[in-house]
């Protein structure tokens, strides 16, 4: 196991330790710009299995993108879709999930997120401030990036920390790197079998 991925300490985390593969879907949660979507699909490629984006997904609802959500509707509205979303989602999708970074913010998100196996992906706040500035979210816009994006890493942390089956820093890390730790975890099966694979085309 990579020294950082964290199984937290959790009946559903102890159950796995047989060398099981969890239960699908695997939903990505974390900050912004901690590479929800990057390591999902990688992740996804990986395993063989579906990816699902809910920030797209919201996107297609609504026929519009999230900054234009945020300016013509208001935040309010843009979770109360965001929750709709994530629901709907969750009670179809197979495969990797990934959630927008302020999904969790809803109590009703994160009573369902108990019943799945969800990956937190961490990152410092300098680098996730770096990450996530001049780009289009919302809650960054404006001057003085890293003050609201401590802030909000302050409000959600303990969200996180409370619906998380296991979490893995991104911080100065390739996604190849995460992911392969992230394998390892999840179905060590697979794990064994593309470490074998890398070990015979280096022989050959």
Do not use: C
């Not at 695997?26 to 710009?33: H, Q, T």
């Amino acid at each position: 196991m990579g020294r950082n991925l964290h199984a937290m300490s959790s009946p559903r985390s102890i159950a796995r330790r047989d060398g099981s593969r969890w239960p699908e879907p695997y939903v990505v949660i974390g900050m912004p710009g901690s590479g929800k979507t990057t390591v999902g699909k990688r992740l996804a490629k990986t395993l063989g299995v579906p990816f699902a984006d809910t920030d797209h997904l919201i996107e297609v609802d609504q026929h519009s993108s999230i900054p234009e959500i945020f300016s013509s509707r208001g935040e309010g509205y843009f979770r109360d879709t965001e929750e709709r979303i994530v629901a709907e989602t969750l009670a179809s999708a197979t495969g990797v999930v990934s959630l927008g970074g302020g999904a969790i913010m809803r109590e009703a998100t994160r009573t369902r997120l108990h019943d799945f196996t969800v990956v937190h992906l961490t990152i410092g706040v300098a680098e996730g401030s770096r990450r996530s500035g001049g780009g289009n979210r919302p809650l960054l816009a404006g001057s003085d990036v890293l003050a609201r994006y401590q802030q909000l890493h302050t409000d959600r942390a303990p969200l996180y920390k409370e619906v998380s089956t296991i979490s893995v820093s991104t911080e100065r890390r390739s996604t190849g790197k995460v992911v392969r730790e992230l394998v390892e975890f999840l179905d060590p099966v697979l794990a064994t079998e593309l470490a074998e694979e890398s070990n015979d085309d280096k022989h050959t």
